[in-house]
Structure formats: C-alpha cells, structure tokens
C-alpha cells in the first residue's frame, strides 16, 4: 500500500505576510523551530515562500540589512505544490525536478487550500520509520563482502 504525502508532511503551516521585513522572517523561524514560512498576500493566499538558504543567500551574503528587506523580494515564488492524497514517491520527485527543498500540500491540487508542507525532515522520519533495517544492513554487508573478494590486500 503506498503511503500518501497528507500522512507524512507536516500539518503546522508557518506564514508571514509578504510586506513583512527578512528580519521578522528569521526570528519567526528561530521562534517557531522551523526552516520555511509560507509567504501570504493582502488576502491570506499563498504567493511564495521564504527559506533559511533565501536570507543566507539573498540577504546575508549581500550584506543586505535584514531590517530593511521585504520578504517580497528574496521569497521564492510561484511556490511548487503537490496534492495531499499522492503518493510521497511523487513529492520526491517534485522536489527534485523543481529543486526544492520545501513543498506547499494542497487539497484538490487548490493553492488556496494548503493542508501542510513536506520538507527533508519529514522525508527521513518517514525513511526511519518505513525502512527494514535488516535487510538495509545484510544489503550493506552483502556489498562489503563483495568488495572484499576484488581485492587481495
């Protein structure tokens, strides 16, 4: 049976409003233990996102002051999403023919109606919790065995 992402994402969204400064961003972060907020509009919809490697990358290593830079402009957007019921497979794949590293679950592929968000973390809770660590470790000695008969130290 596959698992769907709606079972594995994390359900808490975190938003900021997208006229919001990067220093309000990162004390969000810092306060809600999280690496992604989803970016809201005048109207409460989802316009983009904003990551810990956005201010590193757009706001810190311009030397840029924090205080002064709207979130507007260092988000990532359109934000790239997945609907709740398919399977993580799919989500894994998103991410990484999008290259992203945070993916907004949404309810009937509806952008307006985000569920939750999917992120590395989540992916290796799932790993940790789904995986045979028999058969990963006899996977592991099997190969070190191989390794060991091609070469005659």
Known sequence: MTTSIGKVMTEKLETIDVSSSAQEASKKMRDKNVSSLVVIDNNDKPTGIVTERDLVRKVCVNDASSKSMIIQHIMSSPIVTIDSSSPVEAAADVMIQNRV?????????????????????????YLKENLNMDEVNSKILESLMEEGKGSQN
């Open 101 to 125: 590293r945070h993916l907004l679950v949404v309810k009937d592929n509806d952008i307006n109606q985000p569920q939750g968000i999917i992120t590395p973390t989540d992916f290796a809770t």
